[in-house]
T-cell receptor
Framework: DTAVSQTPKYLVTQMGNDKSIKCEQN?????MYWYKQDSKKFLKIMFSYNNKELIINETVPNRFSPKSPDKAHLNLHINSLELGDSAVYFC?????????????FGEGSWLTVV | GENVEQHPSTLSVQEGDSAVIKCTYSDSASNYFPWYKQELGKRPQLIID?????GEKKDQRIAVTLNKTAKHFSLHITETQPEDSAVYFC???????????FGTGTRLKVLA
């Protein structure tokens, strides 16, 4: 049983295209996240959602639009993809706010924009 | 804004030796400090954590120490093994903030 699952795992697409990454957690957690890991391995928060409500939008371009239909799902849609969007995108979840709580990561989605 | 600095960026040790990774955080309200291990092509996974009311925590070969006054915390791995080779991330989290701030990562290589 995968606790945090995201699809697709690999995505190669051309500049200017629109793509989505889906994420689901079966841990019963209230809080979900999107993190971006670039080629230098830096892990940076993009978005946090708590009970479907957006809590954090960490200065991410508005080409990135997260959507949480319910607290178990957090999807990421990216419009007009650029070369600089190439990265690994990790979905994650925690029981509630992360202070004192473990964040569990999905397996990552490797996005390559060509 | 909040920041977590992590050093060194790369670390090579001989099998059986100890490894130490250090982090410094900026937000004095931070109260939770997890450490994650990320193997090549895998997800980051929690290996140990410490809360601000504790100075030290140990789990077998892994230990973490926290100095709240200096805003420093460190990961100590003893008797390193080749399977300890990975990228290690420290992180800090503050109450009421829905995020971890991660350090920049340390690539640990354990040489057999």
């Amino acid at each position: 049983d995968t606790a945090v699952s995201q699809t697709p795992k690999y995505l190669v697409t051309q500049m200017g295209n629109d793509k989505s990454i889906k994420c689901e957690q079966n841990l019963g957690h209230d809080t979900m996240y999107w993190y971006k890991q670039d080629s230098k391995k830096f892990l940076k928060i993009m978005f946090s959602y708590n009970n479907k409500e957006l809590i954090i939008n960490e200065t991410v371009p508005n080409r990135f639009s997260p959507k949480s239909p319910d607290k178990a799902h957090l999807n990421l849609h990216i419009n007009s993809l650029e070369l600089g969007d190439s990265a690994v995108y990790f979905c994650a979840s925690s029981p509630t706010q992360p202070s004192g709580n473990t964040i569990y990561f999905g397996e990552g989605s490797w996005l390559t924009v060509v | 804004g909040e920041n977590v600095e992590q050093h060194p960026s790369t670390l090579s040790v001989q099998e059986g030796d100890s490894a130490v990774i250090k982090c410094t955080y900026s937000d004095s309200a931070s109260n939770y400090f997890p450490w994650y291990k990320q193997e090549l092509g895998k997800r980051p996974q929690l290996i140990i954590d410490i809360r601000s009311n504790v100075g030290e925590k140990k789990d077998q070969r892994i230990a973490v120490t926290l100095n709240k006054t200096a805003k420093h915390f460190s990961l100590h791995i003893t008797e390193t093994q080749p399977e300890d080779s990975a990228v290690y991330f420290c992180a800090a989290s503050s109450p009421g903030t829905y995020k971890y701030i991660f350090g920049t990562g340390t690539r640990l290589k354990v040489l057999a």
